[in-house]
């Protein structure tokens, strides 16, 4: 069976939003660069972050020269707002109006730094207004981690369950939703990948100890 190379969103966004994500199929996304095959795909060469797990946002319209930051928003049609991923949870964002959009990498000290929270405040649109879209992470089954990171996630009800011990399962979509609520997301759809157990389609970082890497891309039309 042939592998499909992007898989795009499934949820009810505004026209002029455009986003995807590429799989396992379409290659090592940090090879991408200037590539052919993404040149085909986006209007303007993604703005590539340099990802560091914390929760700074960056505005992809204007970024600095070093990217240092773990999300970006953007308001001008084709610039391209881009996170790299094989495990982490990519969270793309866009308003209901289509003048906004953010991509944020949510890995679990991302998730405890607050990027979720961060991102949707800096694309300073009422919060009610806005829809998520949770891209392939690793899955609630697979999860399995430690004292540290159990205690950063306490106050997220569901979203821990023991494994052995000293050692509990995590679901990264359980706490994203949780955090988007939060921060007043109420729309929120896709979740329910494993890039741990899809071997076919998705890169895993904790499966393969490598460090190949998938995208998950978002723009305006």
């Known amino acids: 069976m042939e592998i ?8 009810p966004a505004h026209p002029r939003v455009q986003a995807l994500v590429t799989t396992r199929a379409a290659g090592d996304a940090r090879t991408f660069g200037e590539s052919d095959f993404l040149k085909r795909l986006v209007p303007r060469p993604p703005v590539w972050l340099r ?3 914390g929760a700074r946002v960056i505005d992809a319209d204007a970024p600095p020269a070093l990217a240092e930051a773990d999300a ?3 308001r001008r049609a084709g610039t391209v707002c881009a996170v790299r991923m094989a495990d982490c ?4 964002l866009a308003d209901a109006e289509g003048s906004v959009v953010g991509a944020a990498h949510a890995g679990w000290r991302g998730l405890a730094a607050g990027v979720i929270e961060a991102t949707v405040a800096a694309m300073k649109a009422p919060p009610e207004r806005l829809i998520a ?4 992470a690793i899955g609630p089954q697979s999860y399995e981690v430690g004292e540290d990171v159990r205690a950063a996630f306490a106050d997220c009800e ?10 509990w399962l995590l679901d990264l979509y359980a706490v994203a939703r ?5 921060a007043g997301v109420l729309a929120v759809h896709g ?3 494993c890039t741990y157990r899809d071997r076919e389609r998705f890169f895993s970082y904790r499966r393969d100890r490598s460090a190949e890497r998938m995208a998950a891309l978002i723009w305006l039309a």
């Open 4 to 11: 499909a190379a992007l898989l795009r969103p499934e949820w």
């Open 51 to 53: 990802q560091v797990h």
């Open 72 to 74: 970006a928003v953007a």
């Open 89 to 92: 949870l990519p969270v793309l």
């Open 133 to 136: 879209w949770l891209g392939p």
């Open 158 to 167: 569901g979203a821990l369950r023991a494994a052995r011990p000293g050692h």
């Open 178 to 182: 949780q955090r988007l609520g939060r």
């Open 191 to 193: 979740g329910g990948f």
